[in-house]
Every structure is written in structure tokens, then in C-alpha cells.
């Protein structure tokens, strides 16, 4: 069965340095993945979205791979801020890409010290 | 512009009542999103409608949930009757296209507790 895998541990650095998030997969080939943020007792909220054929996407201080190979993505913050702390999750299709059906990992929580 | 709105904001009621929450989305939306979220299960996908009419159900427990869009402004998740199990943070998203190549655009969601 498909299945997302982000690592189930937090995430701690100190301010300034590069977050990097990962999100494994695995008996499926998604031809999109996006990443979201949430934050507690709040809705997650969309950053950035990434095709299968593209290898980079980037946006501030955002930026996401997607290796269709290695069936993962990472997802990185540089310069991060304590105001980057937060849990992330990604999210594939769910086997189509002409529905709307989204499947998320379970999200990595990022605790940025200052 | 106003996000995704859902009501209530938390809702706590004893098994076997019925519970009904609601959503409102972004105006020019035509697909809405209805998720549940665990600390086990993580955030999983209910149902969702696109120009106001179910397409994917799937992800429904079982026949105590429902579901209805009636207009392109205003849907239900309804649950009758509530059982503890049911317990869960249930958000409401909506996006502009009805493929994932879309983002989608989350309410604050729905704390549920039932007793």
C-alpha cells in the first residue's frame, strides 16, 4: 500500500543554520507533492508545490527537492528563524493527478532555538 | 480576503448525539475538503466536492458520517450518532481547481470531543 514517511522525531537547531526535512515514499509515483506548515491548534497552511519534473522548486528562504528516484523530497529553511518553528507535512496525490485527493505524512516538527 | 471558516471552534457532547460541523470557503473555491486529524492517524481525507458534488467518499469511516454541500458556499460533516472514537480536530479546506496541482487553503478546524 502507499505510504508516506517523514521523520516522527523533532527537529532542533540553533537559529540561523539549514533546516532539512525529509519525506519518503514508497509503492506509488506521485507527479505531485506539496509541502505545508502547521502550527498548533491552527489549520496547516500551503508553502510550496513541486511537479514531478522538476528537480528544485524555491521561494525566500524555502526550498524543495523532489528526487522521483529515490522516491523523496527534502525540504529546506535556510537562515532559520525561532519563528520557523513549527510541524511541516508533505503531501502527495493520491495515485492521480486529475483528482483533488491529497495524502499527507504524519510531519516532521521543527524546533528552532535562538 | 476571509480564509476558510469553520464553526464551532470546539464542540464537546456526549456519545450518541448527533454533531454537525460546518465550513464555509474561500469565495471562488469549487472543490472542498473535509480532513480528520489524530495523533495516530495523522490528517486523513474524508471527502471532498467539487462544484458542489461529492467525488471521492472513500475516506468516510462509516454510515454515521455524512456529508452535504448545498451550495457553493456552505458544507456540513454531519455524525449522528457520536461515539468517543469519533474524538478528533476536523478541518475544512477548499482550493480553486478540482487536481491536486492546486493548493489547498485550511480552516482553523473543528476540535471535537465526545464523552
Known amino acids: 500500500s502507499q505510504k508516506i514517511e517523514q521523520n516522527s522525531e523533532a527537529l532542533n537547531i540553533q537559529e540561523g543554520k539549514t533546516a532539512t526535512l525529509t519525506c519518503n515514499y514508497t509503492?506509488?509515483?506521485?507527479?505531485?507533492l506539496q509541502w505545508y506548515r502547521q502550527d498548533p491548534g491552527r489549520g496547516p497552511v500551503f508553502l510550496l508545490l513541486?511537479?514531478?519534473?522538476?528537480k528544485e522548486k524555491r521561494k525566500e528562504r524555502l526550498k524543495v527537492t523532489f528526487d522521483t528516484t529515490l522516491k523523496q523530497s527534502l525540504f529546506h529553511i535556510t537562515a532559520s528563524q525561532p519563528a520557523d518553528s513549527a510541524t511541516y507535512l508533505c503531501a502527495l496525490d493520491g495515485g492521480s493527478s486529475n483528482t483533488g485527493k491529497l495524502i499527507f505524512g504524519q510531519g516532521t516538527t521543527l524546533q528552532v532555538k535562538p | 480576503d476571509a480564509g476558510v471558516i469553520q464553526s464551532p471552534r470546539h464542540e464537546v457532547t456526549e456519545m450518541g448525539q448527533e454533531v454537525t460541523l460546518r465550513c464555509k470557503p474561500i469565495s471562488g473555491h469549487n472543490s472542498l475538503f473535509w480532513y480528520r486529524q489524530t495523533m495516530m492517524r495523522g490528517l486523513e481525507l474524508l471527502i471532498y466536492?467539487?462544484?458542489?458534488?461529492?467525488?471521492?467518499d472513500s475516506g468516510m469511516p462509516e454510515d454515521r458520517f455524512s456529508a452535504k454541500m448545498p451550495n457553493a458556499s456552505f458544507s456540513t460533516l454531519k455524525i449522528q450518532p457520536s461515539e468517543p472514537r469519533d474524538s478528533a480536530v476536523y478541518f475544512c479546506?477548499?482550493?480553486?481547481?478540482?487536481?491536486?496541482?492546486?493548493?489547498?487553503?485550511f480552516g482553523d478546524g473543528t476540535r471535537l470531543s465526545i464523552l
Open positions: 466536492f467539487n462544484n458542489n458534488v461529492p467525488i471521492d
Open positions: 479546506a477548499s482550493s480553486f481547481g478540482a487536481t491536486v496541482s492546486q493548493p489547498q487553503h
Open positions: 509503492n506509488y509515483s506521485p507527479a505531485y
Open positions: 513541486i511537479r514531478e519534473n522538476e
